[in-house]
């Protein structure tokens, strides 16, 4: 979606439901850019790339439609510092293949089987296990972080686990032991960087618990 109409759209959820956190001001030259923008800055919709993040982009938008008052809203915040780990739409195509036993073949397609199989619920506490508030936490900082436990919005943690740093490998460790780990995807590192929120591509979606 728009970053325009994202922005009207969560300005209104926050108005309809009191939103557990602020949005931030209209933007200024000395604004800090949120993560919501920047999701949304690739246009509206879903496309055929599976390595962007339209499904984050509209599980977004679409946790907030439902809950108007989710801490999601976090993420349009953009004086409030976190670190954000992304999956791409090939992560959660990846994901609703695990838990539907179906490989689907858009990102469109994906995303409604995904809202179907588990509901808005679960994926707000999914979009909330990626999120670390508190800390803007850059790829130099998780490179020195071998072994650290990560608290995220959701309350869960996870695990960062430095392979290498020399090429760099970065695996996070979930909460879900049965299946595969996701990594950082070194061309997607410091997503937003400069400002207080600052996200990383991953390749597979953070398990909160055992899908």
């Known amino acids: 979606m728009k970053i ?25 030259a000395a604004a800090p850019t949120s993560l919501a923008a920047v ?12 390595y962007d993040f339209d499904i984050v982009d509209n ?8 809950k108007p008052g989710s801490p999601v809203a976090v993420l349009a915040d953009g004086t409030v510092p976190l670190t954000a780990f ?3 739409d090939r992560a959660f195509q990846v994901l609703a293949h695990d838990l539907t036993h ?6 469109e397609k994906v995303f409604e089987a995904l809202a179907t199989a588990v509901g808005i619920d679960a994926i707000e506490q999914v979009l909330l296990y990626h999120v670390v508030p508190g800390a803007t936490i850059d790829s130099a900082a998780a490179l020195a972080s071998d072994g650290v436990a990560l608290t995220t919005a959701q309350g869960g ?15 996070l460790r979930d909460a879900d032991r049965n299946d595969l780990n996701p990594l950082l995807v070194r061309s997607k590192l410091d997503i937003n ?17 055992d899908l």
């Open 4 to 28: 325009r109409r994202l922005a009207a759209s969560l300005a209104a959820t926050a108005l309809a439901g009191g939103a557990v956190v602020g949005l931030a001001p209209a933007a200024s």
């Open 39 to 50: 999701l949304a800055a690739d246009g509206s919709g879903f496309d055929r790339s599976w």
């Open 59 to 66: 599980a977004v938008g679409a946790v907030l439609a439902a």
């Open 86 to 88: 992304l999956p791409n």
């Open 102 to 107: 179906r490989w689907y073949g858009s990102e």
């Open 157 to 171: 943690t996870f695990t960062v686990d430095v392979i290498s740093r020399r090429i760099p490998i970065v695996v």
């Open 193 to 209: 960087a400069g400002n207080p929120q600052i996200a990383h591509g991953i390749t597979f979606v953070l398990r909160p618990s």
